[in-house]
């Protein structure tokens, strides 16, 4: 290939590339402008136990006997390959989570319901924000997500 008509291809690409992002930034569906305090990684680990999230899935590095475990194959949480990409759509798993069914579920036919629903328990009516928000802050690192923007708080200086 010719390095003009590689160059032209190239800024092509760069072109579409741009668009791609622009396209996803804009729009009222758009997870633009969305932003949670801060969470505690502490805090998330004690909820995360407490809804016995380990019931279902599995995380690297935490364990509890206690929990009777639902399916043979439980849901892998964390990691490279998972669908969880942003810290959004790591906050639309738990709190919808049939939303979006991660990938490998698609195969495992009993962790989703006969109408294609995910059997993942829907949380909403007992879990606080402040509990949402610290289980996404403790699961986010295991994800390798980008992390968020926070909202910064300023100092108002009253003249
Ligand atoms: C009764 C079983 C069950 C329980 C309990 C459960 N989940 Fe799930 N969860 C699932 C199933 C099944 C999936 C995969 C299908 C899907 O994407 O909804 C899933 C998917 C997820 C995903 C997306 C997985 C990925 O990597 O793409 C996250 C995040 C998640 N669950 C978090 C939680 C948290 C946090 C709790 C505890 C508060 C919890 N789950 C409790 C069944 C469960």
Do not use: W
Not at 23 to 41: N, R, T, V
């Amino acid at each position: 290939m010719n390095t003009s008509l590689f160059n032209g291809l190239f800024f092509l690409l760069l072109v579409l590339l741009t668009l791609g992002l622009f396209a996803c930034e804009s729009g009222p569906e758009s997870p633009k402008g969305f932003s949670l305090p801060q969470g505690d990684i502490a805090m998330g680990e004690t909820t995360f136990l407490k809804y016995q999230c380990l019931a279902c899935h599995t995380l690297d590095g935490v364990e509890d006997e206690s929990v009777i475990k639902v399916f043979e194959q439980p849901v892998r949480l964390g990691g490279r390959y998972s669908i969880v990409k942003t810290y959004a759509q790591l906050v639309t798993s738990i709190i919808n989570p049939s939303h979006k069914l991660a990938p490998r579920s698609i195969h495992l036919e009993s962790v989703v319901t006969e109408d294609g629903l995910s059997k993942m328990p829907i949380f909403n009516d007992v879990m606080t924000v402040t509990e949402l928000v610290n289980i996404v802050a403790f699961l986010q690192p295991k994800y390798k997500v980008k992390p968020m923007q926070y909202t910064q708080y300023h100092h108002y200086h009253i003249p």
